[in-house]
C-alpha cells in the first residue's frame, strides 16, 4: 500500500505542471498564489518521497494521511468531483490522486510489516 500512495503523489506532483483549464496549469497560477500553489505540490511530494521508504512507521503513515487530507478537504473542498469530471488533464489527475492517495494511505495502516 505505501508504494500505491508513493505512485498517487507522483501522479499529484506531475499533474501540477499539466494543463488544468486549457493552457493554465496550476503552476502556472504561482504568480496570483504562490504559497498556495507550493503547498499543494509539497503534500503531494511528501507522500511521495515517504511511500518510498523500506520501512515505514505509524507516524509517517500518519503524515501520508494528513498531506492527502490536507488537499481533499482543505485546498480542493466539495470541488473535487469538479475537478474530476469538468477539469482537464491536470484537474483530473489531481483530483483522482489526492482521492486515491487518501484510500491508500489509510489502507497503509492495515498493511502488516
Do not use: N, Q
Amino acid at each position: 500500500m505505501k508504494r500505491a500512495f508513493a505512485i498517487f503523489g507522483l501522479v499529484g506532483l506531475v499533474a501540477c505542471f499539466l494543463p488544468m483549464l486549457p493552457g493554465i496549469s496550476l503552476f502556472d497560477l504561482r504568480a496570483f498564489d504562490a504559497l498556495g500553489v507550493y503547498t499543494m505540490m509539497a503534500a503531494f511530494a511528501v507522500p511521495m518521497i515517504l511511500g518510498l521508504a523500506t520501512k515505514l512507521p505509524a507516524a509517517a503513515k500518519a503524515g501520508a494521511v494528513g498531506c492527502f487530507a490536507y488537499l481533499l478537504f482543505y485546498k480542493m473542498g466539495f470541488s473535487v468531483w469538479d475537478f474530476v469530471v469538468h477539469g482537464s488533464i491536470g484537474a483530473k489527475a489531481m483530483g483522482v490522486a489526492a482521492i486515491g492517495g487518501l484510500v491508500t494511505s489509510l489502507g497503509s495502516f492495515a498493511e502488516s510489516e
